[in-house]
């Protein structure tokens, strides 16, 4: 069966500091695969999506970005965190023609 | 565009009221039509899907039907437990290329039962 796993599930970071994210799948190959922020008060944004591996989309232009340097692992990256950055995020992921997103635990993002 | 509009929270039941959660949607073409539910802390779960109009989802004692006529998916249970306190969000799905899909999300909505 298929597994997701984010790390770190949580962070506390200052201000100005860099920030890597890692996402990995498991029991699958060539995942389609999806980081979103879920912030306080606020819904669930996309953020970037990955057909394969180097392949980066980005739906929203921000301090933010993302890479996938295997076929199952996407990392979201920042080099200076602002206060706006924390929040919730999700790595998701589907597989073959499959529509349905299946989600990672979440890493919980504190900037100070 | 694409959008999922659900009722807003928080929503208080008792343990074995009857649960409505409403949601409808605006899309071009026929989207895939989702809930996923968050317990606190914890990233989403799918809780059921439907495909296709007239489509009954259902899982642990949820339900809800893809009215293509009314664009709406409002999810419903005959009894709430207390286990059922959490978010719940509708979405809905469209091809952005390939094989590539984009989720659009409702608000969520928060729901409390208490014993």
């Known amino acids: 069966s298929q597994t997701i796993h984010q790390w770190p599930a949580t962070l506390v970071q200052p201000v100005g500091s860099p920030l890597s994210l890692e996402c990995t799948v498991e029991?699958?190959?060539?995942?389609?695969l999806y980081w979103y922020r879920q912030a306080a008060g606020r819904g669930l944004q996309l953020l970037f999506y990955?057909?394969?591996?180097?392949?980066i989309s980005s739906e929203v232009p921000q301090n933010l970005s993302a890479s996938r340097p295997q076929d199952r692992q996407f990392i979201l990256s920042s080099k200076k965190l602002l206060l706006s950055d924390s929040g919730f995020y999700l790595c998701?992921?589907?597989?073959?023609?499959?529509?349905?997103?299946?989600f990672g635990p979440g890493t919980r993002l504190t900037v100070l | 565009g694409d959008s999922v509009t659900q009722m807003e929270g928080p929503v208080t039941l008792s343990e074995e009221a009857f649960l409505t959660i409403n949601c409808t949607y605006t899309?071009?073409?026929?989207?895939?039509l989702f809930w996923y539910v968050q317990y606190p802390g914890e990233g989403l779960q799918l809780l059921l899907k439907?495909?296709?109009?007239?489509d009954k989802g259902s899982n642990k004692g949820f339900e809800a039907t893809y009215r293509k006529e009314t664009t709406s998916f409002h999810l419903e249970k005959g009894s709430v437990q207390v286990s059922d306190s959490a978010v719940y969000f509708c979405?809905?799905?469209?091809?952005?290329?390939?094989?590539?899909?984009?989720?659009?999300f409702g608000k969520g909505t928060l729901l409390t039962v208490n014993p």
């Open positions: 439907a495909t296709k109009a007239d």
């Open positions: 979405a809905n799905t469209r091809a952005v290329g390939g094989s590539n899909y984009k989720l659009t």
């Open positions: 998701a992921w589907t597989g073959g023609a499959g529509d349905t997103q299946y």
């Open positions: 899309a071009t073409g026929y989207p895939s």
């Open positions: 990955s057909v394969g591996i180097g392949q």
């Open positions: 029991g699958t190959s060539n995942p389609n």
